[in-house]
C-alpha cells in the first residue's frame, strides 16, 4: 500500500507545537518521533536539531491537499527557525516504531527516563524514575525544555507525603512523576483531550491511587478562556482552594502565572515541615522579570532556578 512519508528536523521546543498543530489533521499512530541522527547539506549551519518527526499519509486522491495543508500549518515553525522544511517522500509501506532507528529514550536529570508507551523497558539504574507515555497531541511529551527544566526542579524540591497540585497537567508528565516521587497529586487541566492524555499516563504508569485527575483551573483560571487558544472551554469547575496545597507546580503561560500569582499564594500552606513550594515554568526569558514582579508582589521568594536554551524554571517559596 503506498504512503507518502512527510519529514522534517526539530529543535527540542517544537515537538509539541507540530503535534498540536496536527491534531486535527492526521492520526497520532502515524507520528514517529526520534532522536535526531545524521546532518544533511540543508542542517551544514544549523547544527541545533534534537529529533526527526515522520508522519504518513495514505496516498490517494486526498494526499495532495492534506499535504499542502500539513505544509502550511508548519510553515511558521519553520520561518521561527525551530524546524526545517517539510520534506515528502514516496515510500511503499509506514514503519512501525520499533523499524525506525533511533527509538526515543529521553533521560532527563539525573533519576528521570521518559518512555513511549511502546519503547522496549530500559536496564534499571539506582533510583531510577521511568515515566512512560503514549503518543499524544497535549502538551508535555517530555521533550519540551519547560517540560525538561520542570522536571529537574522537581527531582530537587519534590518530597513524599507531599500534597500537590499539577495546574495545566497536559500529557499528564509531571503529575506521574510528582507520584512515582511520593506525593499525592490533584492533576487540573481546562481542556478535555488534556484531561484524557493525565488519566491515561495515570494509568499506564500504575500511580492511580495517588493521582486524581480533574478538568477545571485554580482561582480565576477558568476565567481566562482556553489557555493555549484553542476552542471555549465549558463546564471547567473553579477550585478555590486556600492553604491546600505543599507544592504547585504550573507548566503554563507566562500571562497566566501572573493571573493566578495570588491564587497560588492563597492555595499553598505552610507547615513546620516547610513553606509552601511553587515552580513556575512555561515560559522564555523574556517573560522571566514580569513572572518574577508578580510572584514576589504576591508575597514568594525566590529559591532556585534551571535553563536550557531561553527557557527558564523558577521555583519560589511562601515568605514566612
Known amino acids: 500500500m503506498p504512503w507518502m512519508e512527510l519529514s522534517l528536523n526539530t529543535t527540542h521546543e517544537a515537538v509539541d507545537w507540530v503535534c498540536t498543530l496536527l491534531a486535527e489533521t492526521i492520526d497520532i499512530s502515524d507520528v514517529h518521533i526520534t532522536e535526531y541522527a545524521e546532518p544533511n547539506e540543508r542542517d551544514v549551519e544549523q547544527p541545533h536539531w534534537t529529533f526527526t518527526i515522520r508522519l504518513y499519509l495514505l496516498s490517494d486522491v486526498h494526499s495532495r491537499a492534506r499535504v499542502e495543508k500539513i505544509v502550511n500549518l508548519l510553515s511558521p515553525l519553520y520561518r521561527a527557525g525551530i524546524t526545517t522544511e517539510v520534506q515528502i517522500t514516496a515510500v511503499n509501506e509506514k514503519p512501525t516504531d520499533a523499524d525506525l532507528l533511533n527509538p526515543l529514550v529521553h533521560r532527563i536529570g539525573k533519576r528521570f527516563v521518559v518512555l513511549t508507551s511502546d519503547a522496549p523497558d530500559q536496564s534499571e539504574v539506582p533510583d531510577q524514575i521511568t515515566l512512560r507515555l503514549k503518543k499524544t497531541f497535549s502538551f508535555g511529551s517530555g521533550l519540551h525544555p519547560a517540560t525538561i527544566v520542570c522536571l529537574k526542579l522537581l527531582e530537587r524540591h519534590a518530597v513524599p507525603t507531599m500534597n500537590a ?66 476552542n471555549t472551554i465549558d463546564n471547567a469547575p473553579k477550585i478555590e482552594a486556600i492553604d491546600s496545597f505543599d507544592l504547585i507546580v504550573a507548566n503554563i503561560l507566562a500571562r497566566i502565572h501572573i493571573a493566578l500569582a495570588n491564587d497560588f499564594q492563597q492555595a499553598l500552606r505552610q507547615t513546620d515541615a516547610h513553606a509552601g513550594l511553587l515552580i513556575t515554568s512555561g515560559f522564555t526569558t523574556d517573560s522571566e522579570d514580569n513572572v518574577d514582579t508578580a510572584l514576589q508582589e504576591a508575597g514568594f521568594e525566590f529559591v532556585d532556578c534551571e535553563r536550557l536554551d531561553e527557557w527558564v524554571a523558577l521555583a519560589y517559596r511562601l515568605k514566612v
Not at 511520593?182 to 499516563?201: I, K, R
Open 165 to 230: 497540585l499539577d495546574l495545566g497537567s497536559g500529557s499528564g508528565i509531571l503529575s506521574v512523576a510528582m507520584a512515582k516521587l511520593g506525593a499525592n497529586v490533584l492533576a487540573l487541566d481546562n481542556d478535555s483531550v488534556a484531561v484524557q492524555a493525565t488519566q491515561d499516563a495515570v494509568h499506564r504508569n500504575g500511580v492511580e491511587q495517588q493521582v486524581r485527575v480533574m478538568k477545571g483551573s485554580l482561582g480565576c483560571g477558568s476565567d481566562l478562556g482556553h489557555w493555549m487558544g484553542g
